[in-house]
């Protein structure tokens, strides 16, 4: 923590302090007390005035200003530290030839719900605007607050706004070049002040309206959403062992996990050969008696536990027999050998059984021969004997937990450029690729008929988003009609052909993912996606006239452009928002309902000025949403969260009640791993922070919203009926290191008793789970009386009360 922000943090504390140490000095000395309070009141002033450190740039240090980092949003900006200065000696220069969108930035920490006044000194040379509004201060992550943008050249000009904190602690001052946009030429900045003006004192206070009940929440706000992406599917949900099982990189590539067994010219990858789409390793013996073959290192096994598995192979009868091997230590007694006795020159497929005599982080699975002449291994698979139709059972008994009531499915920017066709048939035929959209392989081991068990495993609906990008209407109606026509249409026959002969009925479906962004594959300016959007719907329509159509949007031009173009085309819309760690507890908490609000009230507005809308209720699918910040520690996108990162989960999920009458669907992104709610090892599964309040509120907390008024910050309330109409239930965030107490009335509810009250909560705001640790965040069912006139809700805490 910088110098600046220590200062401001420890203000009221100092503040106390001061006014105790005057009031003792008065009683002591009352002829003293006038010039005390004189140099108090001063010394309140100056802290209050300054709250920004550095804010002039005199204290460098290795060439850069004490307190203060770059930020580029965008193009290429150079930064230095310059002599010319309002006053003293340096200033901060922002320069740019060919544009840039870039600041120099620095986080304060502020009171809630006070207000303050910024004002800074700008210089500029030439600026011309790109796309940017030009050179300004503003805050970032708050767009209401930016000062008036500087084009142009100008000697030093003040510029300065209001700040009113609302629910943040901290705040981050960009003096900002470009925004929103790129903007070039030259910049200076110099001599910050960050005054304080007024500000409330939070006593926590509210009321519940018991008997004004508002519009019941959907109980699709707690979807959630699974990508073919890093460890989500692959080494999260799906019980394969196995990495590249169909042999996608060449055997014995530093990229294979795959290694040779014996002499590295034994093994050829043979074009000519292939299986599933891509070469078959074959290994070709000497016939001498040395060992040949191929083997995959690095498997978790565990003592006792019993394996399952296949391995489909062909060759000449001079290797047999050929041994598959489970190893788990060194010596003949610390493996388990299946032995293949007749083989051809056509693949066969041969099933064995291995169970594992110690738990080891490094077992290996070997296929190899010591006799003659050639083999060839098209496809192995290992997963453990326990696994549920394929997928692993510690990770689908967390799943029933969560109780999410719809999945979307596959993607993500993984769906435009997957082709569904690839994930039907015999899972050892399916070609592999390279994702279209992330890092790894794309095994196509899960696909339609998996993801529809998948959803019947663990009791959800289906929700499948179709190829926009990269595909075609026709390919979205074949699926349609794959997954939802009758036996007798050609799709319905092909999928009664792979194992299902009744429809699937997935209703929900969406066209596209993110088709705004130029990240995404087959990425469209709107006027041209508008037309191709409403030609898909269409098409699949024509095959399934009952789907809940969900379009892309994204809050702003796209979104009026959809609705305006698309209206007649669509049920629900699709918005999708991720927020990053913000310094200050209260900041970074409550971004989360800040940004469904904002989605929330944007909609709003188009109701009221969209023509198109009128007598529609095209309500919003919050389909992704989510914290996304931090190193991946379980592969690709794999962030720990914290229990701070629950407490907003918490108050998104209150601001989600209030919205009910525009939202009608969320999918948290997403499940396993990737930006998870659970996160897994190769044999562990554990709730995340994130997932324990998704778990809670699904399973306790009420639907049927009701009023409530009053102060209750800087806690966030909710109270909602269960469906049961006796049962009324209170959840209460304390996003604060310190206990609050909360003066409450209860109007309209005569209160029998409290059947159970859950907390979540944990030693600190970094506190997590790690699959194979003990868990440093739980619910915990707490046995305390409830006074609602004065309830204390512990620092860093999810309480939920339900009352009878």
């Not at 003006?197 to 959630?224: F, M, N």
Request: hydrophobic share 35%; aromatic share 10%.
């Amino acid at each position: 923590m910088n110098k600046g922000m220590r200062q401001s943090e420890g203000t009221i504390k100092r503040t106390s302090r001061l006014i105790w140490g005057i009031r003792q000095a008065a009683l002591a000395k009352p002829g003293l007390f006038s010039f005390i309070l004189l140099f108090a009141v001063l010394a309140l002033q100056a802290e209050q005035q300054q709250v920004i450190q550095n804010p002039s740039f005199e204290n460098i240090k290795t060439n850069r200003p004490e307190g203060w980092r770059t930020v580029t949003y965008s193009g290429k900006a150079d930064f230095q530290i310059s002599s010319v200065a309002r006053s003293g000696n340096y200033s901060v220069q922002l320069v740019s030839e060919k544009g840039a969108d870039a600041s120099w930035s620095t986080v304060v920490r502020v009171r809630p719900f006070s207000r303050y006044k910024l004002t800074g000194w700008v210089k500029t040379e030439n600026v011309q605007s790109l796309g940017g509004k030009g050179v300004l201060f503003n805050i970032h992550g708050l767009e209401k607050y930016q000062t008036r943008a500087l084009t142009g050249t100008n000697d030093w000009t003040k510029l300065e706004m209001i700040i009113d904190t609302e629910l943040n602690d901290a705040l981050q001052v960009n003096c900002l070049f470009g925004g929103w946009g790129r903007v070039a030429g030259k910049a200076w900045f110099d001599d910050l002040t960050l005054e304080y003006i007024s500000g409330r004192t939070l006593k926590p206070e509210a009321t519940i309206q018991a008997d004004r009940k508002l519009t019941p929440v959907s109980e699709y706000i707690y979807g959630q959403f699974i990508e073919h992406l890093g460890r989500c599917i692959y080494q999260g949900i799906w019980a394969e062992m196995l990495e590249d099982r169909k042999f996608y990189l060449p055997v014995g590539s530093a990229e294979s996990p795959w290694k040779v067994a014996g002499k590295p010219h034994s093994l050829h990858m043979n074009p000519l050969l292939v299986y599933a789409g891509v070469p078959v390793p074959e290994i070709r013996l000497r016939g001498d008696g040395t060992e040949g073959g191929i083997y995959q290192a690095e498997i978790a096994l565990q003592s006792g536990r019993k394996y399952t598995g296949r391995v489909v192979i062909a060759g000449d009868p001079g290797v047999l027999p050929v041994e598959v091997r489970l190893v788990w230590g060194e010596g003949e007694s610390s493996r388990e050998v299946f032995r293949i006795d007749e083989i051809s020159p056509d693949y066969r497929k041969y099933y064995f059984n291995f169970t594992a005599g110690a738990s080891t982080d490094n077992g290996r699975l070997e296929i190899v021969s010591r006799g003659r002449e050639a083999f060839r291994v098209a496809a192995v698979s290992l997963m453990p004997a326990d696994n549920l139709e394929g997928f692993r059972p510690e990770v689908i008994k967390l799943l029933r937990e969560l109780n999410a009531p719809v999945y979307r499915w596959p993607g993500g920017n993984f769906v435009s450029g997957y082709n569904w066709k690839d994930g039907i048939g015999d899972p050892d035929r399916r070609p592999p690729r390279k994702n279209p959209a992330w890092q790894g392989i794309e095994h196509n081991d899960v696909g339609i008929h998996e993801f529809m068990t998948f959803c019947r495993l663990v009791g959800a609906e289906p929700y499948i988003a179709v190829n926009s990008g990269q595909g075609n209407e026709t390919l979205a109606a074949e699926e349609v009609e794959y997954v939802n026509g009758a036996p007798d249409t050609p799709m319905g026959q092909w999928r009664a052909q792979n194992g299902h002969p009744g429809p699937f009925n997935c209703r929900f479906w969406s066209v596209g993912n993110e088709m705004y962004g130029d990240w995404q594959l087959g990425h469209m300016p709107l006027k041209d996606y508008v037309k191709r959007h409403n030609r898909f719907v269409e098409a699949m329509k024509a095959r399934d006239p009952n789907i809940v159509i969900i379009a892309v949007g994204a809050v702003g031009e796209w979104s009026r452009g959809m609705l305006e173009a698309c209206a007649d085309h669509m049920d629900l819309i699709s918005e999708h928002f991720y927020v990053q760690e913000r310094p200050g507890l209260l900041s970074h908490v409550y971004q989360v309902p800040r940004a469904i609000r904002r989605i929330a009230e944007a909609h709003r507005q188009y109701r009221r000025t969209i023509p198109q809308l009128r007598g529609k209720d095209i309500r919003i699918a919050l389909d992704e949403w989510n914290y996304w910040y931090g190193p991946y520690i379980y592969g690709e996108l794999g962030t720990q969260y914290f229990l701070k990162d629950a407490l907003g989960i918490a108050a998104g999920l209150h601001e989600y009640y209030r919205q009910a009458d525009i939202i009608y669907m969320a999918n948290y992104a997403q499940t396993v791993n990737v930006i998870g709610a659970i996160k897994t090892s190769k044999t562990e599964a554990v709730f995340d922070t994130t997932g324990l309040v998704l778990k809670l509120y699904r399973n306790e907390f009420g639907t049927v919203p009701v009023r409530i008024t009053g102060q209750p910050e800087p806690l966030d309330l909710m109270a909602a009926w269960k469906a049961d109409g006796r049962t009324l239930t209170l959840a209460v965030v304390n996003p604060t290191g310190e206990r609050q107490n909360l003066s409450l009335k209860i109007n309209g509810f005569k209160l029998n008793r409290v059947e159970k009250i859950f907390r979540i909560t944990g030693p600190h705001e970094k506190a997590c789970n790690v699959p194979g640790k003990k868990s440093e965040v739980e619910i915990f069912t707490v046995d305390e009386s409830f006074h609602p006139e004065k309830l204390t809700l512990p620092p860093l805490s999810v309480t939920v009360y339900v009352l009878k």
